[in-house]
Nanobody, 114 residues
Framework: QALPVESGGGLVQVGGSLTLSCAPP????????MAWYRQAPGKQREVVAS???????YYPSATKGRFTVSRDNSEKKVLLQMNSLTFDDTAVYCC????????WGQGTQVTVVT
């Protein structure tokens, strides 16, 4: 079964910015609200941003005002613009359908450094 493919992670300085990209299977993208999730070592996976099929977005308090999620309907991609990054943002970031998700991709590592 095809899985989402995430890219764009890397090392970034505190206060810096990074844009992540996700290419989910086409049917997953077309039929579902989507979200970006992250999991840091020793912590549970958490949602950092979600977006409905019509483009309404939602953010938890940890990322509101710093992260922006969007979906490119022509390229069938989900993007995550991350600004003002902190050490707490270090994690593996994955995208998937929201609110329930299975069949996870490998994700992309984001590491915030001094």
């Amino acid at each position: 079964q095809a899985l989402p493919v995430e890219s764009g992670g890397g090392l970034v300085q505190v206060g810096g910015s990074l844009t992540l990209s996700c290419a989910p299977p086409e049917n997953l993208f077309n039929d579902n609200a989507m979200a970006w999730y992250r999991q840091a070592p020793g912590k549970q996976r958490e949602v950092v941003a979600s977006i409905t099929r019509t483009g309404n977005s939602y953010y938890p308090s940890a990322t509101k005002g710093r992260f922006t999620v969007s979906r490119d309907n022509s390229e069938k991609k989900v993007l995550l613009q991350m600004n003002s990054l902190t050490f707490d943002d270090t994690a593996v970031y994955c995208c998937n359908r929201w609110p329930t998700a299975t069949n996870w991709g490998q994700g992309t590592q984001v590491t915030v450094v001094t």
